[in-house]
């Protein structure tokens, strides 16, 4: 099997969509059980900015921003899922496992984008 974009393009939709449902849900599990409110502003925050990487990035991919407009909306998703999961370690384990999967599909996604640009 070659790697390829053609190959490897329905992947990037499949990342994008766990990512927003694992935020999504642990944004309603933080609100849901009234986890505090420092726990919901990192959700919301979260989720916000990855929304705001997936629009971006969409929205180069079609030729109307610069490619690179993306990114700085993913590190702050990252940074926001880094303090999420430093903030509820120990207290929620479904929280941390859906905070460890969104970040692991992100992480995904940026190892399939070197993959494919070398």
């Known amino acids: 099997m070659e790697l390829s ?29 009234s986890s505090g409110t ?15 990487a997936a629009v971006s990035a ?6 109307a921003l610069s490619v690179n407009i993306h990114r700085p909306f993913s590190l702050l998703t990252q940074l926001a899922i880094a303090s999420a999961l430093f903030h509820v370690w120990k207290k929620d384990r ?10 692991a599909a992100i992480l995904a996604d940026t190892a399939l984008h070197y993959l494919l640009a070398r």
């Open 5 to 33: 974009a053609r190959v490897l393009w329905p992947l990037f939709p499949l990342l994008l969509l766990i990512v927003v449902i694992c935020l999504t849900w642990a944004l309603v599990r933080v609100v849901r059980r």
């Open 38 to 52: 420092t726990a919901v502003w990192l959700q919301a925050g979260a989720l916000v900015c990855y929304l705001l």
């Open 58 to 63: 969409i929205a180069s991919e079609q030729g």
């Open 94 to 103: 479904p929280l941390v496992l859906l905070n460890g999967g969104a970040w």
